[in-house]
């Protein structure tokens, strides 16, 4: 059990973002397979999109007892024949037998202080073969009064994340989602320097910011945007 409670308000707002989670999970799906472990699965907006099925397993790890409490009673899983595990507390609370195919931090590796100890502990428990995968804030030019507000410790270059690659796995892809939403950011940090983003402009990214960078981003071959995502993988034995 843990006493970690977590302070940011942001997780109601953005979990009406639905376009921008259809958007990642298109690009993350293909790495979800067999048992996967989620780590700061939050209330479990991320879960109930990621998660269809066709993986063997599913565990959401939260250290916050309160929200995991709300994965475990949402009613969006007594509609379906599955639901997932759900653990309280960090990655030691996971047992040391267990071992993963995928392990996934979904805007969740900004928020620990130390990062690198962090995915050298998440490659302990992975399977031959297995992937690490990061989505998290990029650009730490871009740190804002909001990344404050909702404990980000940092932003993440592509040169940032390659540096964190733990001992032994190989980083296979390294690619930016939201051109677009970088410009709002920007905006945003010079300009307006709100740390709460307001519902009316958490919409207007989600349905029309996005809706943009999904035909800009290929165009640039995701060589920029408002996240990063890089992924991990264990050498096959």
């Known amino acids: 059990m843990s006493d970690y409670s977590y302070e940011g308000a942001e997780l109601p707002r953005f979990a009406e973002a639905v376009h921008w989670k259809r958007y990642f999970t298109r690009h993350l799906r293909p790495w979800l397979t067999g048992d996967v472990l989620e780590v700061g699965a939050g209330i479990g907006g991320t879960t109930r999109l990621l ?11 939260e250290p916050d007892a309160a929200l995991a409490r709300q994965i475990q009673e949402d009613e969006f899983w007594l509609t379906r024949p599955f639901s997932p595990e759900v653990i309280v507390g960090s990655l030691e609370s996971v047992a040391f037998e267990r071992s993963f195919d995928a392990i996934i931090y979904v805007d ?6 130390d990062d690198r100890a962090e995915l050298q502990r998440a490659a302990r428990l992975l399977k031959p073969g297995g992937v690490l995968v990061v989505l998290s804030p990029a650009h730490p030019t871009l740190f804002s009064e909001f990344d404050r507000a909702v404990g980000h410790f940092r932003r993440y270059s592509r040169a940032a994340l390659t540096a964190l690659s733990p001992p032994g796995l190989q980083l296979e892809r390294l690619f ?6 970088t410009l709002l950011l920007l905006a945003n940090r010079l300009l307006i320097r709100s740390p709460h983003p307001t519902r009316r402009q958490v919409l207007f ?3 029309v910011v996005i809706s943009l960078s999904q035909c800009l981003d290929p165009v640039l071959r995701y060589r920029a945007g408002r996240s990063i995502i890089a992924v991990w993988r264990t050498p096959h034995r």
């Open 205 to 207: 990214w989600d349905r």
């Open 51 to 61: 998660y269809d099925g066709r993986e063997l397993n599913w565990t959401c790890l």
């Open 108 to 113: 969740v590796l900004e928020h620990v202080e």
């Open 176 to 181: 930016y989602l939201d051109a677009i939403g």
